[in-house]
């Protein structure tokens, strides 16, 4: 069966520092990736996503991941942090062989301090 | 274009009684997914519609929930009865592709608390 595994419920850094969320999945065929953040009374939102191609992935808001399959990793990095990225960060993954049930991690909270 | 709608945004009913929530997709999803998540623990996935139809119902927890989607446009869950170990956000999320590498379009969710 797949999961996903996030490391660490909250997460603290100072404005301006570097952000780094954390994302193992196990799955015995390759995944498809995706990073959703949701905001205080919002939905989720997709920050990124990885299918196939190029393992470096942009994505809005500055946000990038790279996919380790060495690793079974999807870390989730922004150079610099703004105030505004505080939220809740979501992992998740999904197999070609079904038809996009997404399995979630657990969720990250991201607080960013002044 | 609006986005993934939900009513309502949140319903407080005690445990026995019935409540139904309501996802309104984006307009041409075909696509319709229902998770939930549980106070403290990960988003799980309830079921999935292609237009009006179940496609994947492995997730509903059990027989006191109904999913519908009549005409392949809106979608309710309803829960009857109510337990206690319901309460949680229930999202609804929307895609126009079917493969597993489509982006879902997430709902704000509905808050629902069984006392």
């Known amino acids: 069966a797949q999961s996903v595994t996030q490391l660490g419920s909250h997460v603290s850094v100072s404005e301006g520092a570097l952000v780094l969320l954390r994302c193992n999945y196990s799955s015995s065929v390759p995944p498809y990736l995706f990073w959703y953040v949701q905001y205080p009374n919002q939905g989720l939102q997709l920050l990124l996503k990885?299918?196939?191609?190029?393992?470096l992935v942009k994505g809005i808001n500055g946000f990038e991941a790279e996919f380790k399959k060495s690793e079974t990793s999807f870390h989730l990095t922004k150079p610099s942090a703004h105030m505004s990225d505080a939220a809740e960060y979501f992992c998740?993954?999904?197999?070609?062989?079904?038809?996009?049930?997404?399995?979630f991690g657990q969720g990250t909270t991201l607080q960013v301090k002044p | 274009e609006a986005g993934v709608t939900q009513f309502p945004s949140h319903s407080v009913i005690e445990k026995g009684q019935t409540v139904t929530l309501r996802c309104d997709p984006i307009?041409?999803?075909?696509?319709l997914y229902w998770y939930r998540r549980v106070m403290g623990k990960e988003i799980k996935f309830l079921l999935h519609f292609v237009k009006e139809s179940k496609q994947d119902e492995s997730g509903m927890p059990n027989n006191r929930f109904l999913a519908e989607r009549t005409g392949g446009t809106y979608s309710t869950l309803k829960v009857q009865p109510a337990e206690l170990e319901d309460s949680g956000v229930y999202f609804c999320a929307s895609s126009q592709e079917v493969q597993a590498r489509g982006t879902q379009y997430f709902g704000p969710g509905t808050r629902l608390t069984v006392l």
């Open positions: 990885y299918t196939t191609g190029a393992t």
């Open positions: 998740a993954v999904s197999r070609s062989s079904n038809t996009g049930k997404l399995i």
């Open positions: 307009s041409g999803h075909d696509n």
